[in-house]
């Protein structure tokens, strides 16, 4: 493996969408990458189907586990297809880790906090194998 990749990306209102969590997944392991994606770990508590879901999810310790996670990889991917506030946060946690950062950026016109902790913007994902190919 040539490291460990960490992807990021919008959950709150997003619950029913995170198919996009599986295409960079494949494309990392393609690219000879390891994925670390904390939905996989905490999609049990995310039940964006309960009104007032969002209340009950213990946000100190998977965050916690989230940061602990982005340190231990080498590459952070962020999808952002529109603003979240989790993923902007650990997109700026890993630069000031020294971690590599790609954003799949689909905002219009993005933060200049988005641009400037990004090492590489992409507009699409399938535009991630070959920035992964030339990391």
Known sequence: MKGKVFI?????????KQSYRETIRRICVRCGYEPVDPWQREKVIYKGT????????????????????????DILIAYMPKLSAG????????????????????IKNPSPWIITHSDIILKEIKQLEQALTKS
């Open 87 to 106: 993923t902007c946060m650990e997109l700026f946690y890993a630069k000031m880790k020294g971690k590599k950062t790609i954003c799949i950026c689909k």
């Open 50 to 73: 309960e009104h007032g879901w969002w209340q009950k999810v213990p946000a100190a310790d998977f965050i916690r586990r989230d940061l602990e996670d982005i340190e231990k990889c």
């Open 8 to 16: 990021s990306g919008p959950i709150q209102g997003m619950e029913t």
